[in-house]
């Protein structure tokens, strides 16, 4: 695959809130290649500092900021290796590697399920006192988010409709649903100190009451968008299936939200290359691939770190395509396939799934659904042996005859 760097945020907000979005420039401006930013409202000036996990050193800055959010900054290697290999919104189970076919496992995922929370976490956040920096957990506590109408409970499903926007409001084409909530019903407070365990009703400034929920996402997800998100999410998950099923009439569409999603950024071969192959591949073959590559052949790692020609090649600040968030990813996955690949996508003829590939393709691969695959092998089996079945008679028939 082609290189990028991916910008993840640990409380999944919504791109379009405009305190984010300030804060995601002012990080852009203040980045100097650390692998993780803090965004802490009431910091006064940036601050940055290494960690020591193991033999790994991971950098790390806090900006002043409007809003609380803490960025992940991932690069995924051509050879889907990503650095850092793990880390907020990145998967254990994946071990640093970015899943090939995570635009399918996103199209054809379950909705979200809705789950009660009181919005208070604790987490370690820094510290500084005489330029040093200190972790200490703290409780955080977060104010609800905005509230949408449901249209029709299906109790037999056990599955709820919500509907946006409301038949009332003079929304032309719904762009963000949590900032027109917002502008309609205002902000929302708990009703009363919200409780752990047990269903919260939040209320607004006119009375209004709804019942505080988070969305629930099956893995990978529920680890990639780590506080569930809102429901901007998911109407970019539906906008993005909405595409991708009439992806020829919205090619221009496609593009469309990958230039909002993505950004000219910049990174190091150390970065995109050395670190993300040490940490999936290993020494062996990152010195295989150096020799090959760059012509340095080298017998530890520390003579690496000290070759005449490391910091020249592999510090060197190099463009990338910078992408916000997984939401992002995916319009950009979409976007290759259909706009650059030119692939077709269709809904699988036998069970729905959303499949990719040639235009004449109609069915499941075994990687997209191996339950539909195998169905389908089965039934093409049985078909055949009856084919053959009905050879045999007519064979028989005929020698009655003769
Ligand atoms: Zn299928």
């Known amino acids: 695959m082609k290189p990028i760097q991916l910008w993840l945020p640990l409380l999944n907000v919504s791109w379009d809130t405009p305190s984010f979005s300030r804060d995601i420039q002012r990080a852009q401006r203040e980045w100097l290649g650390e692998d993780k930013v803090w965004l802490l409202p009431g910091l006064k000036e940036t601050k940055r500092w290494c960690l020591q996990a193991g033999v790994s050193t991971y950098k790390e800055c806090a900006i002043p900021s409007e809003s609380f959010n803490v960025i992940t900054i991932a690069d995924v290697s051509k050879n889907t290796g990503m650095y850092p290999p793990v880390d907020t919104a990145l998967p ?11 635009l399918d496992l996103w199209l054809n995922s379950n909705d979200p399920a809705f789950g009660s929370t009181n919005n208070h976490f604790k987490m370690n956040l820094p510290f500084f006192s005489d330029e040093k920096v200190f972790f200490r957990e703290v409780d955080i506590g977060f104010t609800p988010g905005p509230s949408f109408p449901i ?105 469309e939200q990958v230039s909002k999603f993505t950004s000219q950024g910049w990174t190091t071969l150390e970065n995109q290359l050395i670190l993300p192959t040490l940490v999936t591949e290993g020494l062996e073959e990152l010195f295989f691939n150096i020799e090959g590559s760059f012509s340095i052949e080298v017998d530890s790692f520390k003579d690496f770190l000290n070759h005449k020609k490391y910091d020249e090649v592999f510090r060197k600040m190099i463009p990338v395509t910078r992408i916000f ?36 393709k109609e069915f499941c691969s075994k990687t997209e659904n191996s339950a539909c695959f195998k169905k389908r092998k089965a039934n093409n089996k049985r078909n055949e042996r009856k084919v053959v079945n009905r050879r045999d008679k007519t064979k028989l028939k005929k020698r009655d005859h003769d």
């Open 92 to 102: 254990k189970d994946w071990n640093g590697k970015l899943p090939h076919n995570l």
């Open 151 to 255: 249209a029709d409970i299906d109790e037999e499903n056990n599955e709820i409709k919500l509907k946006w926007p409301p038949d009332d409001s003079n929304i032309i084409e719904s762009i963000s649903p949590e900032a027109e909530s917002k502008e309609i019903f205002g902000n929302y407070g708990w009703e009363e100190e919200p409780v752990a365990d047990g269903l919260n009703t939040v209320i607004n400034e006119s009375g209004r009451k709804a019942t505080h929920t988070i969305l629930l996402w099956d893995f990978p997800f529920k680890e990639m968008f780590p506080f569930g998100g809102g429901m901007d999410l998911l109407k970019q998950k539906q906008q993005l299936k909405y595409y991708a099923l009439h992806a020829k009439k919205n090619q221009n569409r496609i593009a």
């Open 325 to 360: 968030g997984w939401e992002g990813y995916f319009w950009w996955e979409l976007n290759n396939l259909v706009n650059k690949r030119g692939k077709s996508i269709k809904s699988c003829a036998l069970c729905g799934n959303i499949i990719t590939g040639r235009i004449d």
